[in-house]
């Protein structure tokens, strides 16, 4: 698509959600025409074009939604699901998360789309890192979860479909993604720092990749517009990787509440876990889990936000 941003007309599923919003008016406000994907009436950015889609899956007609499309961006997706009651949440995870990706490409290929921007997960590549060897874009896929399963799926046969149709796929595996109303352990740990509550995890000596929303979002315009981004993994982040320990300092910092952190040895803390049955978010607290964005960065891309900066935005609930 050449560096072009003014006159691309992008289709963007998902629009509505935490990530979606914020993408659309990164786009919008680079020239590009904006339109959303949506399921149902409801509230879509200010200026965004909404097109009604049914529920994502292997059947879904997107005919009428990329009528004059240049390019998509697919963010919808079944996420991670905290209380799963699905009998065999695999099968529904690939039928939505694969099958549903697999469905847009195929009817954007046939439709002229000229490029799709897929946001995939870190999790194709699995959940923790050695503190001196970050997750890269050529790493073997080790997912570990429904989750990361269908996505990883999704990817291949997107770089099949690609291959096929001459649609350029650009994948982006986002880590830790934090921004105004983000949930899951960012919400509890802001949450406990509100009530100036002790937190066990001062003796922690991990590393963490995050990326704030607004530089997911200009990641995904980048995505768009590079030409040579396309047939692309690209892995991204904010800039830096924190501890656990220096994560809290800063959000309570933007929160003017400094955390009170308490040196209690990891082994506890995961011993904690498993009595409890938290082992899963001790372990994404006490863990490491980097991403290595160096060939993003070859391309020219540089975060329009620092991690603080980012930070204090979803403590003041900046969209």
Same mark, same amino acid.
């Given at each position: 698509?050449?560096?072009? /941003?003014?006159?691309?007309?992008?289709?963007?599923?998902?629009?509505?959600? =935490?990530?979606?919003?914020?993408?659309?008016?990164?786009?919008?406000?680079?020239?590009?025409?904006?339109?959303?994907?949506?399921?149902?009436?409801?509230?879509?950015?200010?200026? *965004?074009?909404? $097109?009604?889609?049914?529920?994502?899956?292997?059947?879904?007609?997107?005919?009428?939604?990329?009528?004059? *499309?240049? @390019?998509?961006? &697919?963010? @919808?997706?079944?996420? &991670?699901?905290?209380? /799963?009651?699905?009998?065999?949440?695999?099968? #529904? =995870?690939?039928?939505?998360?694969?099958?549903?990706?697999?469905?847009?490409?195929?009817?954007?290929?046939?439709?002229?789309?000229? $490029?799709? #921007? =897929?946001? +995939? +997960?870190?999790? #194709?590549?699995?959940?923790?890192?050695?503190?001196?060897?970050?997750?890269?874009?050529?790493? %073997? %896929?080790?997912?570990?979860?429904?989750?990361?399963?269908?996505?990883?799926?999704?990817?291949?046969?997107?770089?099949?479909?690609?291959?096929?149709?001459?649609?350029?796929?650009?994948?982006?595996?986002?880590?830790?993604? &934090?921004?105004?109303?983000?949930?899951?352990?960012?919400?509890?740990?802001?949450?406990?720092?509100?009530?100036?509550?002790?937190?066990?995890?001062?003796?922690?000596?991990?590393?963490?990749?995050?990326?704030?929303?607004?530089?997911?979002?200009?990641?995904?315009? =980048?995505?768009?517009?590079?030409?040579?981004?396309?047939?692309?993994?690209?892995?991204?982040?904010?800039?830096?990787?924190? +501890?656990?320990?220096?994560?809290?300092? $800063?959000?309570?910092?933007?929160?003017?509440?400094?955390?009170?952190?308490? %040196?209690?040895?990891? @082994?506890?803390?995961?011993?904690?876990?498993?009595?409890?049955?938290?082992?899963?978010?001790?372990?994404?607290?006490?863990? +490491?889990?980097?991403?290595?964005?160096?060939?993003?960065?070859?391309?020219?891309?540089?975060?329009?936000?620092?991690?603080?900066?980012?930070?204090?935005?979803?403590?003041?609930?900046?969209?």
């Amino acid at each position: 698509m050449g560096a072009r /941003e003014g006159g691309v007309k992008v289709l963007v599923t998902g629009a509505t959600g =935490f990530v979606g919003a914020p993408v659309c008016r990164v786009l919008a406000g680079a020239g590009m025409a904006v339109v959303a994907a949506v399921r149902r009436e409801g509230a879509v950015p200010a200026g *965004i074009e909404a $097109r009604m889609v049914g529920d994502l899956g292997p059947t879904t007609d997107w005919g009428p939604a990329l009528c004059g *499309i240049d @390019a998509v961006v &697919h963010l @919808a997706a079944r996420a &991670h699901v905290m209380d /799963e009651r699905e009998a065999d949440p695999l099968t #529904v =995870f690939r039928a939505v998360n694969r099958d549903g990706a697999l469905r847009l490409a195929e009817q954007a290929a046939a439709a002229g789309v000229r $490029r799709l #921007v =897929f946001v +995939s +997960s870190i999790k #194709v590549n699995g959940e923790a890192t050695p503190l001196d060897r970050p997750f890269r874009a050529d790493d %073997p %896929p080790r997912p570990c979860d429904p989750y990361g399963i269908a996505k990883a799926e999704a990817e291949e046969r997107l770089t099949a479909l690609a291959d096929r149709t001459g649609l350029a796929v650009v994948t982006i595996r986002p880590p830790l993604v &934090h921004g105004p109303g983000a949930k899951g352990n960012l919400a509890v740990l802001m949450r406990v720092l509100a009530r100036r509550l002790p937190l066990p995890l001062g003796a922690i000596r991990n590393r963490r990749s995050l990326v704030g929303i607004a530089n997911l979002a200009d990641a995904i315009r =980048f995505s768009l517009v590079t030409e040579a981004a396309a047939g692309q993994v690209l892995l991204v982040r904010d800039g830096e990787d924190v +501890s656990t320990p220096d994560l809290l300092r $800063r959000l309570g910092t933007a929160m003017g509440s400094l955390p009170l952190l308490l %040196p209690v040895p990891p @082994a506890l803390l995961t011993l904690a876990g498993r009595l409890t049955g938290r082992q899963a978010m001790i372990e994404r607290l006490t863990g +490491s889990l980097t991403v290595d964005d160096g060939p993003l960065r070859a391309l020219g891309w540089r975060p329009p936000l620092t991690l603080d900066q980012g930070l204090a935005q979803m403590v003041g609930g900046v969209p």
